[in-house]
C-alpha cells in the first residue's frame, strides 16, 4: 500500500465537522451550517477524490509541462511560474456536479452527496491564458489535458482523473492554475502545490496537483471524461432508459442555483418569534438575477434581497428574518433564478450518474406553540 497522504484522525483535525463518505479515497463534506460565511474557511471546504491522494514528498522540484498543440513545449518550476507571469486572485465557487445527488430517486451511481460539496474560496495564481500565450497556442488547438500523479485505488497504472477545458474556456481571464487557496498556500487536500480554476464549470474541471498540460486538436478523452463520466444527455432520459454514451454531452456551466445555511433542518422557533434565514446563490456562466423563498410549500415566492459578490463567480448573500406564525410543521425553501430566466426546479433534474442536481432545498422544522409554562419562564427570567 502506498502512504497515504493523511490518514483519517489528522483529515477530523483538519476539518473538523466533515461527514466523511469514504475513508479509502477521503471525501467529505461540511454540516450545511458551517458553510454560512461569504469565504469557506479551508477547515469546511469539501473534498473530493476519485483516486489515491498522491505523495507528494517533495514540492521543491515540482513541474508544470506545457506541450501538444503549442509553439515552444516549456516546463515550468513553481518559482518560474510565479516570476513570469501576474499572480491574480479569484473569488469562486467550486461545486462538485455530483452535489445533492443523494437526492435523485431513483438513486444512482456514484457518492451520495447531500448538499455540502459546494463552497467559495479566493484563489491565488496565474492565468492559464498567459502561461499558454506565452507557449503560442497552435490554431488547431480546441481543448485543454490537464495531468496529475493521483491513481486509482489499487490501480497504480491508471490514472484517477484526466480531464480538460475547451480552449475558449482555458484562455478566459477568469481561469487560472492557481497556488493559493484564501491567502494561504494551496493545501495537499485541495490539489497544492497547483491546481485548475476554472470558475463556473463543475469542479471535476479544477484538476488537483496539476503537473501537465497538453493542447489537443479533439476533445479531451483522458480519464472521466468518457461514456457518462461527469456527462450529461442531450435529450432527458427517464430512470431505466437504455443509454447511448454518445448522446452524452460534457457538462461545462453549472446551473444556477442557492443554499439554505441558517437554519438547519430540525429547527425549533416558538410561534411570534422571528427566524433568522440565511444563505447564498450562485451560477455558472449566466449571471445570478434573484432569489425568492417560500414557507407555504412553493405558493407564494417572496424576493430576497441578494448582497454584490465579490466577483462574478463567487456566490452572493442572502439573510432575512421570517415570523414563525402557527404553530406546527415550518418549511423554508429557497430558489435562485438567472438572467436568461432558468430557475431551480422543484423536482431534481434526474439523469444517471445524478450530476447538477439543483432543485430547490426545503429546510424543515417546527414552530412551537408559547404554552403557558413557556411565558411563565420567560416571565420569570423578566423577558
Ligand atoms: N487530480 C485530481 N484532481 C481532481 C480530482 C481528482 O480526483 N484528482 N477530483 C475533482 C473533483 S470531481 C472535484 S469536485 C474537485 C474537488 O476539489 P476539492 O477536493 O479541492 O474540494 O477536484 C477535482 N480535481
Ligand atoms: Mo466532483
Not at 63 to 77: F, K, M, N, Q, Y
Not at 116 to 139: E, F, K
Not at 168 to 180: M, S, V
Not at 243 to 252: E, G, K, R
Request: hydrophobic letters at 40%; charged letters at 25%; glycine letters at 8%.
Amino acid at each position: 500500500m502506498p502512504r497515504r497522504l493523511i490518514e483519517l484522525p489528522l483529515l477530523r483535525r483538519l476539518k473538523p465537522g466533515l461527514y466523511v463518505h469514504d475513508e479509502e479515497a477521503l471525501n467529505a463534506e461540511p454540516a450545511l451550517d458551517l458553510l454560512d460565511e461569504a469565504i469557506t474557511p479551508v477547515s469546511a471546504f469539501f473534498i473530493r477524490n476519485n483516486g489515491e491522494l498522491p505523495d507528494i514528498a517533495d514540492e521543491g522540484s515540482w513541474t508544470l509541462a506545457i506541450d501538444g498543440e503549442v509553439e515552444r513545449p516549456a516546463v515550468w518550476t513553481l518559482p518560474a511560474l510565479r516570476e513570469a507571469f501576474e499572480t491574480v486572485t479569484e473569488t469562486a465557487v467550486l461545486e462538485c456536479a455530483g452535489n445533492g445527488r443523494a437526492q435523485f430517486s431513483p438513486a444512482t451511481d456514484g457518492l451520495p452527496w447531500r448538499l455540502g460539496a459546494v463552497g467559495c474560496a479566493r484563489w491565488s495564481g496565474v492565468r492559464l491564458a498567459d502561461v499558454l500565450n506565452h507557449a503560442g497556442v497552435r490554431p488547431g488547438a480546441v481543448y485543454t489535458a490537464h495531468f496529475a500523479p493521483d491513481r486509482q485505488i489499487g490501480k497504480p497504472e491508471k490514472e484517477a482523473l484526466s480531464r480538460g477545458l475547451p480552449i475558449a474556456k482555458a484562455l478566459a481571464p477568469e481561469t487560472l492554475i492557481a497556488f493559493a487557496m484564501n491567502d494561504e498556500p494551496l493545501p495537499r487536500l485541495h490539489g497544492g502545490p497547483l491546481r485548475i480554476v476554472a470558475p463556473g464549470y463543475p469542479g471535476s474541471a479544477w484538476q488537483k496537483w496539476l503537473n501537465r498540460i497538453s493542447l489537443r486538436t479533439q476533445e479531451h478523452d483522458g480519464e472521466k471524461m468518457r461514456g457518462t463520466d461527469y456527462r450529461l444527455p442531450i435529450h432527458a432520459l427517464r430512470p431505466g432508459e437504455l443509454l447511448d454514451p454518445t448522446h452524452f454531452a460534457v457538462i461545462t456551466d453549472m446551473p444556477v442555483k442557492s443554499l439554505i445555511t441558517r437554519p438547519t433542518n430540525g429547527f425549533i422557533v416558538a410561534a411570534g418569534e422571528m427566524v433568522a434565514v440565511a444563505g447564498f446563490a450562485w451560477s455558472g456562466a449566466i449571471p445570478l438575477a434573484a432569489v425568492e423563498l417560500s414557507c407555504d410549500g412553493g405558493s407564494r415566492w417572496d424576493d430576497i434581497a441578494l448582497a454584490p459578490g465579490e466577483s462574478p463567480f463567487a456566490w452572493r448573500r442572502f439573510e432575512t428574518r421570517l415570523p414563525a406564525v402557527a404553530p406546527g410543521p415550518l418549511t423554508i425553501m429557497a430558489r435562485a433564478r438567472d438572467t436568461a430566466g432558468n430557475c431551480q426546479p422543484l423536482e431534481p433534474p434526474w439523469n444517471p450518474r445524478g450530476y447538477c442536481n439543483n432543485q430547490v432545498q426545503r429546510v424543515s422544522g417546527t414552530v412551537r406553540a408559547r404554552d403557558a409554562r413557556g411565558l411563565r419562564e420567560e416571565f420569570s427570567r423578566g423577558i
